[in-house]
């Protein structure tokens, strides 16, 4: 019974590691690919014989408001995670291109916490504008959220 047991685990071993790529280490570099994700300019570019088509151009800013510095992540045409001076506000210029058009491309601003006119931490208010609309505005308070967008 024990060397059954033994030898299935055994087994069992060997198939998950076989399934999971068998432990064998790449280097960084080799595990990246030669070029990339997405194309520096605005051009469509060649993939796989397709083209990749790109949507209309949105001016979209994203903004936190509040006093002081505060945590910010956000996903905008580049994503980051920053202490910033409120308010704050960053803005660029998205096409949406491929299935980004069809499902939408996402815009995200997470502000974190600032003081309080009676000297308690709340998170901070947030907001995005499209093109000169604003779509999406959080107010700052005990129960803040995250402003998001889905822009098409």
């Not at 087994?11 to 194309?39: F, Q």
């Not at 083209?51 to 209309?56: C, Q």
């Amino acid at each position: 019974m024990r060397k059954t047991l033994t030898a299935t685990a055994f087994v069992l071993a060997a198939a998950l590691l076989t399934g999971c790529g068998g432990g064998e280490d790449k280097p960084a570099d080799e595990s990246k690919g030669n070029g990339s994700a997405a194309p520096e300019s605005g051009e469509p570019k060649e993939t796989g014989g397709t083209t990749v088509k790109e949507g209309a151009s949105h001016e979209v800013t994203i903004k936190v408001e509040g006093t002081g510095k505060s945590n910010v992540m956000y996903t905008l045409d580049d994503s980051d995670f920053a202490q910033v001076d409120l308010p704050w506000s960053k803005t660029a210029t998205i096409a949406p291109r491929g299935a980004e058009r069809e499902v939408g491309r996402l815009v995200l601003v997470t502000p974190g916490t600032t003081t309080a006119a009676d000297g308690t931490l709340v998170a901070a208010g947030c907001s995005i504008t499209v093109d000169g609309k604003t779509v999406v505005e959080n107010e700052s308070g005990p129960k803040g959220k995250p402003c998001s967008y889905k822009l098409k």
